[in-house]
């Protein structure tokens, strides 16, 4: 099926048309004409199934088809972590760039001036991490009474990172007549029972759960002692064919040691993780994306949400303790029907007795 049998307007098929794609994901053939309708959804999907433009090009319909628009955000779109705030706002911008609606983003970690002035000139659509979404209604800079729609990305990954006071908090602020749109990999109980609470008569949409996207991932394993796996990474990175490569530490000193090793190597690289400033996450995140970096070094939450297409391969450097984490992680490459390898190191420490 093609996006032209959706029902979309003629600004949003240009745009995607601009942006190469023809055919919806499953979850945008599922979720698309549900959001045009106006109902509430919950979608089980993690990032990677193109969850964000399932959202973001209905939102941007409904919202062009309300032209000439009132003042106010009308639409939050309410997601844990910067990377993933600042990407789905691209994605507005890209879908939307023949629409006229105006988007904006803000996000912590970051001096506020920027965000309040791009406010200021006035946003249909926000899209915002939580902390700094209180921060900024709590000085006044933003107000969510005109609010239409409400998307809750991530939802599981909010409960993980301990932001689900803070979303609590933003909900009770919201008017109470709204379409909610709620994404979730996972269903923990304590979010379902959020759902529950959230979402009215929510239609369902479910796709490819964690396990089966890992079929286009070719994955294998390598038995190496700890002190052997720095010589194990430079000896496959020799191999050509690996053009961009994620690595995964568990921790952030590992993550800092791994780049230090590659450098010695002649190897560009960097890394990602809670202790590097924004502006050095995003550069290094931009560097790798247009070739300038081949290998990016992360910790399983800075690399959470990262879209890098064409991304060729995951090396677990370490591996992870929770089984879905491996699935998030391998699941960073093989991403939109591309093919993918995952490369694992496992030392007789990480062997489970
Ligand atoms: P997401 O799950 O929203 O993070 O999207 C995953 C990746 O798929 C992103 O790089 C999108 O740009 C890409 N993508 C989303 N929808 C499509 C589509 N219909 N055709 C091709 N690529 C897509």
């Known amino acids: 099926m ?131 979404l209180l921060d900024l209604m709590a000085q006044g800079y933003i107000r969510l009474d005109q609010l239409q729609i409400f998307v809750l990305d991530e939802a599981d990954r909010m409960l993980d990172m301990g932001f689900i006071h803070d979303v609590k908090k933003v909900i009770a602020k919201l008017p109470a007549k709204r379409q909610t749109l709620f994404f979730s990999a996972t269903m923990p109980p304590e979010i379902q029972k959020l759902a529950n609470e959230l979402l009215r008569h929510p239609s369902k949409v479910e796709v490819t759960p964690p396990s089966s996207t890992v079929e286009k991932i070719e994955q294998s394993l390598y038995h190496v002692g700890k002190m052997e796996k720095p010589e194990l990474l430079m000896h496959l990175l ?12 568990r921790t952030k000193h590992g993550a800092d040691k791994v780049v230090k090793i590659l450098h010695r190597h002649n190897v560009p690289a960097a890394a990602i993780h809670g202790n590097k400033s924004q502006n050095a996450r995003q550069n290094a995140l931009s560097d790798f994306k247009n070739g300038t970096l081949r290998v990016l070094v992360a910790t399983d939450i800075a690399a959470r949400g990262i879209d890098i297409d064409e991304l060729t391969h995951v090396f677990n450097f370490e591996l992870p303790n929770i089984p879905e984490t491996y699935v998030h992680r391998i699941g960073r490459t093989g991403r939109a029907g591309n093919a993918g390898t995952a490369i694992s190191f496992c030392s007789a420490e990480e062997k489970q007795n």
């Open 238 to 249: 020799q191999d050509k064919k690996i053009r961009t490569a994620l690595v995964f530490t």
């Open 2 to 132: 093609a996006f032209t049998k959706l029902s979309l307007i003629e600004p949003i098929l240009k745009a995607l048309a601009t942006e190469g794609y023809t055919i919806p994901t499953p979850i945008q053939q599922k979720a698309i004409p549900l959001v045009l309708q106006q109902k509430d959804l919950l979608g089980c999907a993690q990032t990677g199934t193109g969850k964000t433009a399932a959202f973001a090009i209905p939102i941007l319909q409904l919202l062009y088809q309300q032209k000439p628009l009132a003042t106010g955000i009308k639409v939050l779109i309410l997601t844990p972590t910067r990377e993933l705030a600042i990407q789905i706002d691209e994605s507005f911008a890209a879908y939307g760039r023949y629409t006229g609606i105006r988007h904006t983003v803000v996000f912590g970690g970051v001096s506020q001036l920027h965000q309040t002035n791009a406010l200021k000139k006035g946003a249909d659509i926000l899209v915002a991490t939580p902390g700094r």
